[in-house]
């Protein structure tokens, strides 16, 4: 196997929910889609969001089901695997913008000074010091997955935000397949993370708490169960509305003119169609054979 082709054997593949191969230049020809990036559904959050302040922005969402989920490997090897998965993008479509929708992949570009990879590549990152300034009885919880909470960056955040505030940072990877299963309508079982909310503070603590930091975009989905084991709480920060707020402020969203193509891919055909059910109901629809 030559150079050219080691290479190109190792760059993922994108696939459409109805099993056929994803061609970006056929689908959205001359158009510059807001491209969100994520192991699964989390990234649902940050869509809504832009959304919420570009009506007719084309969306391509690429869900790299076949690596979910991210909080479960190493930094080093989610890092690559962003490089690769940004090759591939690059090669099919022309985006206006990219969205690392996931703050564990985001946090481990960052770790490795690969941040400016792409000019136009937007990470999701704990907003730690924002809670800080926030917070009024400077009682904070942060809700992350175990690699987000290992960064560099946030492990510096955290040692600065202590000066001023307590702060408790819990590992909750869990809910990250509770959000997956509720958003697909399966049976969710909210004790378990109850239980390790329970392990993680005591109930005094867990009642002093008034600002959350939602450290990964599934988290969102799952508010209102939120809520209910953290009652007292007053503000709850979500990196989705601000990183949606700076794309719309770099200028480089290019609106559709006509209908608006919102399209979701996976890096694996397994559970493809179970995924895209999830995404329908997002408004994600289904592609015409003439464009497949």
Same mark, same amino acid.
């Given at each position: ?70 909080? %479960? ?32 992949? %985001? ?48 492990? /510096? ?41 329970? /392990? ?25 169960? /939120? ?36 399209? %979701? ?25 003439? /464009?497949?």
């Amino acid at each position: 196997m030559g150079a050219i082709e080691s290479i190109l054997s190792d760059v993922p593949n994108l696939w459409l929910g109805n099993g056929s191969r994803f061609d970006g230049a056929k689908i959205f020809q001359s158009r510059r889609p807001i491209v969100v990036l994520d192991s699964g559904v989390g990234g649902l959050t940050v869509v809504r969001e832009l959304e919420k302040l570009v009506k007719n922005a084309d969306i391509l969402y690429v869900a790299d089901n076949d690596w979910f989920p991210y909080g %479960s490997r190493g930094g080093t090897e989610i890092a690559r695997r962003m490089e690769k998965l940004l090759e591939k993008i690059c090669m099919e479509v022309t985006p206006s913008a990219i969205v690392i929708a996931c703050n564990t992949a %985001s946090v481990a570009i960052m770790d490795r000074g690969i941040e400016k990879i792409r000019h136009n590549c937007f990470l999701v990152t704990p907003k730690i010091s924002e809670a800080v300034e926030i917070s009024k009885r400077k009682n904070i919880v942060i809700l992350a997955t175990a690699g987000t909470l290992k960064s560099r960056q946030v492990l /510096l955040d955290i040692a600065r935000g202590r000066m001023i505030a307590r702060i408790w940072p819990i590992a909750a990877q869990s809910l990250v397949a509770l959000s997956e299963a509720k958003l697909a309508g399966e049976d969710s079982k909210e004790e378990d993370f109850a239980r390790l909310i329970n /392990l993680s503070l005591s109930e005094k603590q867990r009642l002093s708490v008034d600002t959350v930091v939602l450290g990964c975009t599934h988290f969102p989905h799952l508010i209102d169960d /939120l809520r209910w084991l953290f009652p007292t709480v007053e503000n709850w920060i979500d990196p989705a509305s601000e990183v949606a707020q700076r794309v719309v402020a770099s200028g480089r969203m290019v609106g559709s003119v006509g209908e608006v193509l919102k399209v %979701s891919t996976f890096t694996s055909n397994c559970n493809a169609a179970k995924y895209f059910q999830v995404f329908q109901i997002s408004g994600f629809g289904l592609i015409s054979s003439s /464009l497949v």
